[in-house]
Every structure is written in C-alpha cells, then in structure tokens.
Antibody
Framework: EVRLEEAGGRLVQPGRSLRLSCAAS????????MHWVRQGPGKGLEWVSG????????GYADSVTGRFTISRDNARNSLYLQMNSLTTEDTAFYFC????????????????WGRGTQVTVSP | DIQMTQSPSSLSASIGDRVTITCRTS??????LNWYQQEPGKAPKLLIY???SVQSGVSSRFSGRGSGTDFSLTINGVQSEDFVTYYC?????????FGQGTKVDI
C-alpha cells in the first residue's frame, strides 16, 4: 500500500523559511516523479512543484518560483520542499502526491496523496 | 497557464440521481484531463484520468468523457458517500492547473 506522510508544517512569520518533508513507503520511490499540491483555507487545489525520479527536472507554479525549492533523497525515500520568503498567501494545507507515471518523465496525474501538513504564515 | 472552468460550482441531488459536472479548458488539452474527489478534511482521490479512464478501485458509477476543451464527469446513481467536492485538472502542460471545484450536496 502506498503511504505518503508529510511533516514540517507550523506557524511561521512572514519573511521566514520552512522546510516540509514527505516520507514515502509502499512503492519504489525512485521510479516515480513526485509533487507538492496545496490548498488554501476554503479554497481549491493548486499545484506547487514537481520533480522527476532523479531530480533532473523540476517545475514550479509562478506563485512560488524563486522562493520554493523542491528536492528528493531517493536513498531515504523522502521528498522535500524548502520554502523561503513566506507570505500570508502561502498559508495552506500542503499535500505530497505521487505521479502516476514511472520512468524518466512525469504525467502530472496524482494517483496517491498524503494527508497533508498545515502551514500558517502570520505575524 | 491553462485556465480551468468547472460548472456548476455547486449542485443539489438526491440519492440515485444522475449527476453531471462539466469542465472547460482555455485551450485544447487533448484528453489530458483528470477528475478528483475530495471529502472534507481529507486528501483528494483520483477518480478518472485521461478524460475517461477509471482509476483502479473506483466505482463504475463514475465515468468521464470529452476531448479538446470540453469535458464532463458523470455519477450514475449518486450514493451518500458521493456528496463531496469534485475537481478537474489538466495534465497537458505544466503548470498543472485545477478547476475551482464543484460541491455536490444532498
């Protein structure tokens, strides 16, 4: 069974940094692209960032480009999101999601999700 | 970025009804269109991918159709557990974008 468990969310002040992590199990982690998707309070879903199986290709939403960095450690079956220069607009539940595609690319189809971690940015 | 427009934003139905939700994209996405279901306080669940392929383990009462810019999700015989929120999402080009959601109420 695929399991994704996010951690690291907390209350943080604007302008500060935070690092989220996602521990994966139940599948061959280094076979799949991975993503972060967020959901603001009472809002819809927003794709934040994605990374291919080997970290060779990454992508970001315009709203986080230059501030967030996605990475992965295949030896630890872990995905990360380094978030810098946080603003109140970044307040959201952050989900880790597995891409449906194995191999060298990504499909942008999210077939398994973690339960999420709450990030609150407030003075 | 590809814009997604779902309609309606909410709808009311009774158990056993047939419900259809539509999704329109701002440019053609071929058949790279997916549907997710989200219960309150839970992670989304993939229902349909590539416009009409039902994800493993998903009930056959869910079906999807469409191509290009116009798509639909149909629930044949709505059950009590189906009264939640549904999102469409395009996987044609990054950044991957979602519709604003459709809440199905009893």
């Amino acid at each position: 069974e695929v399991r994704l468990e996010e951690a690291g969310g907390r209350l943080v002040q604007p302008g500060r940094s935070l690092r989220l992590s996602c521990a994966a199990s139940g599948f061959t982690f280094d076979d799949f692209a991975m993503h972060w998707v967020r959901q603001g309070p009472g809002k819809g879903l927003e794709w934040v960032s994605g990374i291919t199986w080997d970290g060779g290709r990454t992508g970001y939403a315009d709203s986080v480009t230059g501030r967030f960095t996605i990475s992965r450690d295949n030896a630890r079956n872990s995905l990360y999101l380094q978030m810098n220069s946080l603003t109140t607009e970044d307040t959201a539940f952050y989900f880790c999601a597995k891409d449906i595609l194995g191999g060298s690319g990504w499909y942008g189809i999210f077939d398994s999700w973690g339960r999420g971690t709450q990030v609150t940015v407030s003075p | 970025d590809i814009q997604m427009t779902q309609s309606p934003s909410s709808l009311s139905a009774s158990i056993g009804d047939r419900v259809t939700i539509t999704c329109r994209t701002s440019q053609s996405v071929n058949n790279y269109l997916n549907w997710y279901q989200q219960e309150p306080g839970k992670a989304p669940k993939l229902l349909i991918y590539s416009a009409s392929s039902v994800q493993s383990g998903v009930s056959s009462r869910f079906s999807g159709r469409g191509s290009g810019t116009d798509f639909s999700l149909t629930i044949n015989g709505v059950q009590s557990e189906d009264f939640v929120t549904y999102y469409c999402q395009q996987s044609f080009s990054s950044p991957w974008t979602f519709g604003q959601g459709t809440k199905v109420d009893i």
